[in-house]
């Protein structure tokens, strides 16, 4: 079962990835930084959004919720990186 801990760090881990490559691509196609700049920013709304709900949850069963809506999302963000790259 996951904890509170795990999830905190991959989502870090993830949203730092995201980041990373944002910031590769503006470096080298810097007519790509509006897209990812709109990346940038959605990746870091959607990473509060996701701390708010793991610090609400009440019990362990919160969790898989969580982390389906975190999955679904990495899904999303990695497409959108595919696209602007």
């Known amino acids: 079962m996951a904890s509170k801990r795990l999830i905190k760090k991959q989502l870090?881990?993830?949203?730092?990835e995201v980041l990373d490559?944002?910031?590769?691509v503006q470096l080298y196609?810097?007519?790509k930084t509006d897209a990812?700049?709109?990346?940038?920013?959605e990746v870091l709304v959607?990473?509060?959004?996701?701390l708010s709900k793991i610090h609400s949850a009440k019990s362990k069963k919160d969790y898989p919720?969580?982390?389906k809506s975190m999955d679904d999302k990495i899904e999303y963000f990695?497409?959108?990186i595919e696209a602007v790259a």
């Open 12 to 16: 870090n881990g993830f949203v730092i």
């Open 21 to 24: 490559e944002c910031f590769s």
């Open 29 to 31: 196609d810097p007519k």
């Open 36 to 41: 990812t700049n709109k990346l940038i920013e």
């Open 46 to 50: 959607f990473s509060d959004e996701l």
């Open 65 to 67: 919720a969580i982390r």
């Open 78 to 80: 990695i497409t959108q």
